[in-house]
C-alpha cells in the first residue's frame, strides 16, 4: 500500500529553521515528481515547492524562494524540505505529495508553526 509519511514540523522561533522529511514506501519513489504543499486555517492549500524525480530541477513559490530548499534522496525513497529564516506567515500544515502521471498519493500533512 502506497504510503507517505511526513515529520519534522513543530515550534520555532521567526528567523529559525526546520527540516521536514517526507518518507514513502509501497510505490517507486524515484519516478515520482515530489511537491511540498501549505494549508493555512482558512485559507487554500497551496504549492511551494517542487522537485523532478532525479533531483535536477525544483521549483519554488516566490514567497519562500531563498529561504526553503527541497531535495530528495531517492535511496531512501525520502523528500526534504529544509526552511530558514522562518517568519509566522510560513505557519501552515505542510504536505508532501507523489505524481507520476495520473496516479498520485498525499501524505497526513505535519503542523508548522512560526511563533515568538
Known amino acids: 500500500q502506497a504510503q507517505l509519511v511526513e515529520s519534522g514540523g513543530g515550534l520555532v522561533q521567526p528567523g529559525g529553521a526546520l527540516r521536514l522529511s517526507c518518507a514513502a514506501s509501497?510505490?517507486?519513489?524515484?519516478?515520482?515528481?515530489i511537491t511540498w504543499h501549505r494549508q493555512s486555517p482558512g485559507k487554500e492549500r497551496d504549492v511551494v515547492a517542487g522537485i523532478t524525480s532525479g533531483g535536477l530541477s525544483t521549483n519554488f513559490v516566490d514567497s519562500v524562494k531563498g529561504r526553503f530548499t527541497i531535495s530528495r534522496d531517492n535511496a531512501k525513497s525520502t523528500a526534504y524540505l529544509q526552511m530558514n529564516s522562518l517568519k509566522p506567515a510560513d505557519t501552515a500544515v505542510y504536505f508532501c505529495?507523489?505524481?507520476?502521471?495520473?496516479?498520485?498519493?498525499w501524505g497526513q500533512g505535519t503542523q508548522v508553526t512560526v511563533s515568538s
Open positions: 505529495t507523489a505524481r507520476w502521471g495520473s496516479q498520485s498519493y
Open positions: 509501497g510505490f517507486i519513489f524515484r519516478t515520482y515528481y
